[in-house]
């Protein structure tokens, strides 16, 4: 394809991406349905929106001094192939143009353009993170890598990452989870045989830490009160070796309907997903007290994941944040009613805001006495998490992109009395 052709489309898909009516990732599902592109095309349309996306901040500061069409100076400066093929697009104007833009230095620039985050997010995370907050700037404005879970019923780690090598797909284990593997390129998975027969299923290593710390156990109950597309629940099922029973509850059909083709790859055959109206529906009624390990994965910012999802950070704002934490709240006391005497919940969010974490737990502790915090770190450790105590701040398990190269997960554990 020409590379002004590319470049158009890529201005074309940012005008509609940058309304921010609805998630990033659907709306490049869509404008890649309806236009015919080749794979490495879309790679290079993809990897731009999502490098302005990150950069907004800046990139816009230095359109403004530009002309023409302010989407397309978005897409030059984001434009996610080598500078001379983007030359090949290119008139004489915006070529001296951006000369200048690679001429201003860093060092130059106001904060705003440096971080790229809306201000209402900067000054929470630099009161938690102090001097933290600029290597965690750098970690969430870089693309995320790729990385996968063993399904252990299936498999060994160590196999499957032979197996991989034979098919010239490079991975190393991952450092904390056992189940783990880090892929070392993006490569397509579908066609590879360990993916076709649920082996393998793609899951960053922090999602996977979160499955590890409820501890599932053979012949137990298991609730999964949150499960979405299943992610942690494929997890839990085979940490129970496929006995017992795991509920994967979701108020969303849709989400639920996505787990189905991963379940049957899996080879679990204890799960059993339910749809549920509301976090208070009266299937959970029945099940008060007779659960032994509750997750409740909770809906969140997803600002932990602005690697892969940076739109979140100009789509959210304090008020959609405020009402994150008012529905954090009910769905995790409500949860907690399905726990036994003796039986674990755990909360997690992959948010790096204190409000939808650590102040989450904190008033669901002082409301609930009979709900003892457990410290996360001696409870990794003890199903062979290495360096459990670099993973964890106080109690919670807290994981950070620039620390952990996970995605920034939050998790917090009870017993009940
Ligand atoms: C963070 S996602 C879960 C991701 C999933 N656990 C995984 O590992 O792939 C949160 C999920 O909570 C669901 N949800 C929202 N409100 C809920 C409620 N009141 N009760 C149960 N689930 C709810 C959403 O539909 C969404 O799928």
Same mark, same amino acid.
């Given at each position: 394809?020409?590379?002004?052709?590319?470049?158009?489309?890529?201005?074309?898909?940012?005008?509609?991406?940058?309304?921010?009516?609805?998630?990033?990732?659907?709306?490049?599902?869509?404008?890649?349905?309806?236009?015919?592109?080749?794979?490495?095309?879309?790679?290079?349309?993809?990897?731009?929106?999502?490098?302005?996306?990150?950069?907004?901040?800046?990139?816009?500061?230095?359109?403004?001094?530009?002309?023409?069409?302010?989407?397309?100076?978005?897409?030059?400066?984001?434009?996610?192939?080598?500078?001379?093929?983007?030359?090949?697009?290119?008139?004489?104007?915006?070529?001296?143009?951006?000369?200048?833009?690679?001429?201003?230095?860093?060092?130059?620039?106001?904060?705003?353009?440096?971080?790229?985050?809306?201000?209402?997010?900067?000054?929470?995370?630099?009161?938690?993170?102090?001097?933290?907050?600029?290597?965690?700037?750098?970690?969430?404005?870089?693309?995320?890598?790729?990385?996968?879970?063993?399904?252990?019923?299936?498999?060994?780690?160590?196999?499957?990452?032979?197996?991989?090598?034979?098919?010239?797909?490079?991975?190393?284990?991952?450092?904390?989870?056992?189940?783990?593997?880090?892929?070392?390129?993006?490569?397509?998975l579908a066609n590879v045989d360990a993916f076709k027969r649920g082996a393998i299923e793609v899951?960053?290593?922090?999602?996977?830490?979160?499955?590890?710390?409820?501890?599932?156990?053979?012949?137990?109950?298991?609730?999964?009160?949150?499960?979405?597309?299943?992610?942690?629940?494929?997890?839990?099922?085979?940490?129970?070796?496929? /006995?017992?029973?795991?509920? !994967?509850?979701?108020? $969303? &059909?849709? =989400? %639920?309907?996505?787990?189905?083709? #991963? @379940?049957?790859r899996?080879?679990?055959?204890?799960?059993?997903?339910?749809?549920?109206?509301?976090?208070?529906?009266?299937?959970?009624?029945?099940?008060?007290?007779?659960?032994?390990?509750?997750?409740?994965?909770?809906?969140?910012?997803?600002?932990?994941?602005?690697?892969?999802?940076?739109?979140?950070?100009?789509?959210?704002?304090?008020?959609?944040?405020?009402?994150? /934490?008012?529905?954090?709240? !009910?769905?995790?006391? $409500? &949860?907690? =009613? %399905?726990?036994?005497?003796?039986? #674990? @919940?755990?909360?997690?969010?992959?948010?790096?805001?204190?409000?939808?974490?650590?102040?989450?737990?904190?008033?669901?502790?002082?409301?609930?006495?009979?709900?003892?915090?457990?410290?996360?770190?001696?409870?990794?450790?003890?199903?062979?998490?290495?360096?459990?105590?670099?993973?964890?701040?106080?109690?919670?398990?807290?994981?950070?992109?620039?620390?952990?190269?996970?995605?920034?997960?939050?998790? !917090?554990?009870?017993?009940? &009395?």
């Open positions: 394809m020409h590379p002004n052709a590319l470049l158009d489309c890529c201005t074309e898909l940012l005008k509609q991406v940058l309304k921010f009516d609805h998630p990033a990732d659907m709306v490049v599902s869509r404008y890649f349905r309806e236009m015919r592109l080749g794979p490495r095309e879309r790679a290079t349309v993809a990897e731009t929106i999502y490098g302005v996306l990150r950069k907004k901040n800046l990139y816009t500061y230095l359109a403004q001094h530009g002309s023409g069409v302010p989407e397309r100076r978005l897409a030059i400066l984001g434009f996610a192939a080598p500078r001379d093929f983007l030359y090949g697009a290119l008139t004489e104007q915006e070529e001296d143009w951006l000369s200048r833009c690679d001429q201003v230095k860093p060092a130059d620039l106001m904060e705003l353009h440096r971080h790229n985050l809306p201000q209402w997010l900067v000054e929470p995370l630099k009161s938690q993170l102090g001097e933290d907050f600029w290597p965690l700037v750098e970690s969430l404005n870089a693309p995320a890598g790729l990385d996968l879970r063993v399904n252990t019923l299936k498999d060994k780690r160590a196999e499957v990452q032979k197996e991989l090598a034979k098919a010239g797909i490079k991975t190393v284990a991952t450092p904390y989870s056992p189940w783990g593997l880090r892929l070392a390129d993006k490569p397509q899951q960053d290593e922090g999602s996977q830490l979160l499955a590890l710390l409820v501890d599932a156990k053979r012949g137990e109950m298991v609730v999964d009160f949150c499960a979405g597309a299943g992610g942690k629940t494929l997890a839990l099922g085979a940490s129970m070796r496929t /006995t017992g029973r795991l509920y !994967a509850f979701d108020t $969303s &059909a849709h =989400r %639920l309907a996505a787990l189905k083709p #991963r @379940l049957a899996s080879g679990l055959s204890n799960v059993h997903p339910v749809a549920i109206a509301h976090e208070r529906d009266d299937r959970i009624k029945r099940l008060a007290g007779k659960i032994d390990r509750v997750l409740v994965d909770a809906p969140c910012s997803g600002l932990g994941t602005l690697r892969r999802n940076p739109d979140l950070k100009w789509r959210h704002n304090p008020k959609a944040i405020e009402e994150l /934490t008012a529905k954090q709240t !009910a769905i995790l006391q $409500s &949860a907690a =009613r %399905l726990v036994k005497p003796g039986g #674990r @919940l755990v909360y997690a969010t992959c948010s790096i805001l204190r409000e939808e974490n650590e102040a989450i737990a904190e008033a669901f502790s002082a409301a609930n006495p009979d709900f003892q915090v457990v410290e996360a770190a001696p409870l990794l450790t003890h199903i062979g998490v290495e360096h459990a105590d670099k993973l964890c701040r106080g109690p919670y398990l807290r994981l950070w992109p620039y620390l952990h190269q996970t995605d920034g997960f939050f998790a !917090a554990v009870w017993q009940k &009395a």
